[in-house]
Every structure is written in C-alpha cells, then in structure tokens.
C-alpha cells in the first residue's frame, strides 16, 4: 500500500476543511482528486507532503504513519510539482538543476542527453534552458517543473493540477506520458476531463 487515509479531518483555524476522509492508493496507482474550488484538493496533497497537519485520523505513507519522527523519510520518496511557477530561479536550467543540490539526489542529476530525450518527450526546445522563466509560457514552465521532478526517479508523484496551463495537443501527450508511467503511482488534484479519464481512480470531493 501507497497510502492509507483512515478518517482524516482537516481544519484550519477551527472550521473544517475536510472530514472523514479515507481511501487507499495502491502501488503504481493513478489517482485523480477532483471538486470545486475551495472543496480541499490542494490541501490533501499538501497533507499528503507534510506541509499541512491533519487533526484527526490517521495517513499511512508506504507502511509508515505520517507524523514528525518519518515525515523526513517520507519526503524522501516523494516528488512534488506545485501549482506555482517557479519565477524565482534566474534560468530554466536552474529549476532542473535545484532538486539535485541535495546530497541524497545528487547521483540521479541527469546528463545533456537525458534532458534532451525527457525534454522530446514534453514538447519542450531544448533551447529554453538559458532563458529566464519568466521569459517562456505557463505551460512550458509548467512542463519543465514536471520534468525536474520526474528526474528525481521518486515511486510517488503529486501534482498540483498538472495540465492547467497547457493547451489540448501538449495536455493529451503529457497525460498520457505521466500516467503512462507503469510503476509511477500518481496523486493529483485536477479539473482535466481527460486526466480523470485516464486515472485509476477518481475522488470527488
């Protein structure tokens, strides 16, 4: 088992966000978190990452209970592409290169060709990488976002609506890849159609 949710509520400054929430992802899993804005999906996966508390309940993480003494470990098996942007870095480059900083990913850093073949794959010109990103489209960051974090090698994905700012062509293939991903389990909060179509498992919440 991936992870357990086992009656989870959530709650900021004492209104509840989510209730009683429980469901398993398997091994390999594509799981799709859907809703209207607002209903928690973003913060699901925000728990599911240990940058937000949940009160009540209990979440197992590959066999291990989420709490401060294995949130690090956790972590560790983890790639996250967030909703945002990534404005801050100075080249495209540079957002592959800063997951590989840590001394724990540091061996998977991924050579030219390896960024050549991920980046053919996502419809993204390899010459964007000495461009600043404030330079290139929301979906070509978004992509490059994905694709720093695929070269983690991490078993488990979570996405914050990963195909928002891409157009049809870019988000049918870029569905299709990830999701594509036999031993990948993937966790993303979306309103994609398509990406729900092609998911495991829909949560509607």
């Known amino acids: 088992m991936v992870a357990e949710f086992k009656n989870i509520e959530i709650a900021y400054d004492d209104k509840i966000v989510i209730r009683d929430l429980s469901f398993d992802i398997e091994p390999g899993q594509k ?11 973003s913060t699901i996966l925000n728990v599911l990452a240990g940058f937000t508390p949940y009160t009540k309940g209990t979440l197992n993480v590959l066999g291990k209970t989420l ?10 098996q983890l790639a996250w592409v967030p909703q945002e942007t990534a404005l801050h870095f100075d080249t495209v480059r540079e957002i592959i290169d800063a997951p590989f900083e840590f001394a724990s990913n540091q061996e998977l850093k991924p050579n030219a060709s390896q960024i050549q073949e991920l980046f053919d794959v996502l419809n993204l010109p390899i010459d964007i990488l000495d461009k600043t990103p ?22 488990i994905l979570i996405t914050d ?45």
């Open 67 to 76: 709490n401060a003494e294995n949130i690090q470990w956790i972590r560790q």
């Open 134 to 155: 404030a330079t290139i489209s929301g979906g070509q960051r978004q992509r490059v976002l994905l694709a720093s974090s695929l070269f983690l090698q991490k078993p």
């Open 161 to 205: 609506e990963p195909t928002s700012a891409l157009d049809e062509s870019n988000r049918k293939q870029i569905t299709d890849y990830v999701l594509g991903q036999k031993d990948l389990t993937v966790i993303a909060s979306t309103h994609d159609a398509y990406w729900m179509e092609q998911s495991d498992k829909v949560i509607a919440l």
């Open 31 to 41: 799981v799709a978190i859907t809703g209207a804005s607002g209903t928690g999906k």
